[in-house]
């Protein structure tokens, strides 16, 4: 008898237990979720600072589950709306980390690319006329890597045909930079350095409209080198129709500093932003 009253002694503290274990964890799903419904109202109405604050709160407080995945998911956007590129772009590496797997992943890759494509660009730098594209191209190139990896590791996604209309825009905007530098060591008269710029915009930038201006650029450079016969190669490689044109002197290297700011009006992409509730994704 004592046998029988002590196993159902056990059983009772056990129910009791798993009940007590069952309540405390429906009760952190509903402190999960009224976080995210707060932090999901402030993204909906632009209020980047509280979506941050609440998102930041609930993968802090409530790292398990779905919505601190979610959290993670939609916090990449907010930071690249508040223009945090670079919160933007740690929070995508984050949930590839700790998602590798997750069908957003693509996503992830693209709103990283997205960011920084945008780095360095305003309102008021577009109503200014000031050209973006000749200013620093350090985050364009990591743009271009991101942008890739959408278009090559996930060719089905849903983001996949936009960031191939990224690429091209990044490429001829890296073209326009690359000409911009050999145009910027032309009117200093510095032309061996002006003619390997003219090289790299023909040989690697190939197809773009920059191409013809660096093939102008790099005959005017040769010439004022005095060097006829490569000047003279220039011009019927023009009339062929052939941008392969030949390094200048093999191996040597210039080191380049920042193009000068341009007053061209801007021509980059508009950036149009991702959309959709990725809950259940």
């Known amino acids: 008898m004592k046998r029988v009253l002590l196993i159902l002694l056990t059983i009772g503290l056990l129910a009791g237990c798993a009940n007590k274990d069952q309540s405390g964890t429906e009760l952190r799903n509903a402190e999960a979720a009224a976080l995210y419904e707060t932090a999901k109202r402030a993204l909906e109405r632009g209020d980047w600072q509280t979506a941050t604050t609440e998102y930041e709160a609930l993968q802090a407080q409530y790292p398990f589950g779905n919505y601190a995945t979610q959290a993670q998911l939609d916090i990449i ?162 009339q062929a129709g052939i941008p392969d044109m030949p390094a200048l002197y093999e191996g040597e290297r210039v080191e380049v500093p920042p193009a000068p700011e341009s007053s061209q009006p801007p021509s980059g992409p508009s950036g149009t932003t991702p959309g959709g509730d990725m809950m259940g994704m």
Not at 162 to 168: K, N
Not at 186 to 205: K, N
């Open 77 to 238: 956007y907010v930071y690249y709306r508040a223009n945090d590129v670079a919160s933007a772009v740690a929070a995508a590496e984050r949930f590839r980390r700790i998602n590798p797997r997750h069908p957003s992943v693509p996503y992830s890759w693209y709103m990283q690319g997205l960011a920084l494509e945008e780095k360095n660009e305003d309102t008021l730098k577009r109503w200014v006329g000031v050209d973006t594209t000749l200013r620093d191209p350090v985050p364009r190139r990591q743009a271009f890597d991101a942008y890739t990896t959408v278009v090559e590791r996930f060719p089905e996604s849903d983001y996949a045909s936009d960031a191939r209309e990224r690429l091209a825009v990044l490429f001829n905007e890296g073209a326009r930079y690359q000409l911009s530098v050999a145009q910027f060591y032309a009117d200093r008269s510095a032309w061996v350095a002006a003619a390997q710029r003219a090289i790299t915009v023909i040989d690697e930038f190939a197809g773009t409209p920059s191409v013809e201006p660096a093939m102008d650029l790099l005959e005017s450079a040769y010439q004022a080198l005095g060097l006829t016969d490569l000047a003279n190669g220039v011009a019927s490689a023009r």
